[in-house]
Structure formats: C-alpha cells, structure tokens
C-alpha cells in the first residue's frame, strides 16, 4: 500500500498569494496531523483532525491558514496572503488510531513552500 | 520553549566508524520517546519507539536508550553506512497526540 503523499512537493509563492497543499493519508488512516518544520529545525504542531472533525487547530500561527478534511480522507491546508515567515517545509502525517502504544504517525514527504 | 534537546547539532563520521546522539527532554509526564530518521527533503521515519519502562531498543545498526529517571536518551550508530547520512530526530510524546520534537542532529557519513 501507499504511504503518505504530499502534493506538490515544491511550491513557490509571491508574497500575498494564497496557497493550498494537499495531503493523501494511507487509506483508512483515522488521524491526520499537519506539521511546519522550519530550516534546521524539528516539527512544528500545526492541526489535529480525527475523521472529518478539527480537534485541535491551536498551532496555526495566524487565521491566514486554515486545513481541511472534508471527508475524513484527503486534506488541504490553505495559507492565505503568504508572507516570508511561511516559507518551511509542511509536513503531513496519519496514524490508525489515537492514544497508547500502537500509536504511530506516518510522515508524508512534505511539501517545500518558499515565499519570495 | 523547546523542551527535547539534541545534541550535536551536526557531526561527521567516517563510514565504518559508530556515532552516538544525545536527547535530553523536559516533557512531563512521559509516555513515550521516539527517533526518527530524516533523510534530505524525505518525511521522517521512525527508527525505535521506548515507553518508561523500557530501557533499550535496537532497530539493525540503530540502538536506543532511555534513562526515563535523568530524562535522557541516546542514540548509538553501529558500522556507519553511508546511507545512514540524514537527520536523526528525537521525538517525545506525554500521551496524547502531540508530539514535542527536538531540532534534530545531522549526521554526515563520509567514505
């Protein structure tokens, strides 16, 4: 089966663009995460969903971005009117399940944004 | 705040030769700690996985340890390959979903 996939896998942006990355989970995966990972840094939290539902939207650093997950399955995180700040690499992630041991999260490739 | 810290940052090694990483956290509580290897422009992938009662885990040339009592891991390359040139990630979750993440250690593996 297929992992995780991030489209597109680069993404340049003129300040004050809007942008939408997209992220394929591995099917049937319950959890998705969204992640920005910044040069020479670890991941940063982003956003939650468990199906469909927005749990946790707390690590989105402005209301310029907003993710979705309209049916449970593939998601878009939308950054309106870029800046400089947002160029990172956007990391998307998807787990079976939530809590305990036999969690794990699945990494995509990320999508590189930079925003000139 | 960062609460997982890495170190080195970066280091260099001759193919061959073994490394060792070190990850200091502050996450609390603990449920468990996780490495992951990066490699340039690829997702992270997990190398070990250690809940608080565990104390070593290897994964092939990879061995993990966790001292849950200093709150301190490590992480020992054994024989170096050139393909184990990536970022190595220590990760720490208190349970929930999120995970704290540490800035990463660059290893470069040189022939």
């Known amino acids: 089966g297929a992992g995780v996939s991030q489209s597109p896998r680069y993404k340049v942006a003129k300040r004050g663009q809007d942008v939408a990355l997209r992220c394929d989970p591995i099917?049937?995966?319950?959890?998705l995460f969204w992640y920005q990972q910044a040069l020479g840094q670890g991941p940063e939290f982003l956003t939650y969903f468990q199906n469909e539902a927005q749990l946790d939207k707390s690590g989105l650093p402005s209301d310029r971005f907003f993710a979705e997950r309209p049916e449970g399955s593939v998601s878009t995180l939308k950054i309106q009117r870029t800046q400089q700040e947002d160029s990172a690499v956007y990391l998307c992630?998807?787990?079976?399940?939530?809590?305990?041991?036999?969690?794990?999260?699945?990494f995509g490739p990320g999508t590189r944004l930079t925003v000139t | 705040k960062n609460q997982v810290e890495q170190s080195p940052q970066s280091l260099i090694i001759l193919e061959g030769k073994n490394c060792t990483l070190q990850c200091n956290y502050t996450v609390s509580p603990f449920s468990n700690l996780r490495w992951y290897k990066q490699d340039t422009g690829r997702g992270p992938v997990s190398l070990t996985i250690m809940t608080f009662s565990e104390n070593t885990k290897s994964n092939g040339r990879y061995t993990a340890t966790l001292d849950a009592d200093t709150k301190q891991s490590s992480l020992h390359i054994t024989a170096s390959q050139l393909s184990d040139s990536a970022s190595y990630i220590c990760v720490v979750s208190d349970g929930d979903y999120k995970l704290s993440f540490g800035a990463g250690t660059t290893v470069t593996v040189r022939a």
């Open positions: 992630a998807s787990s079976h399940t939530i809590g305990g041991l036999a969690y794990e999260q699945y």
């Open positions: 099917s049937g995966h319950v959890s």
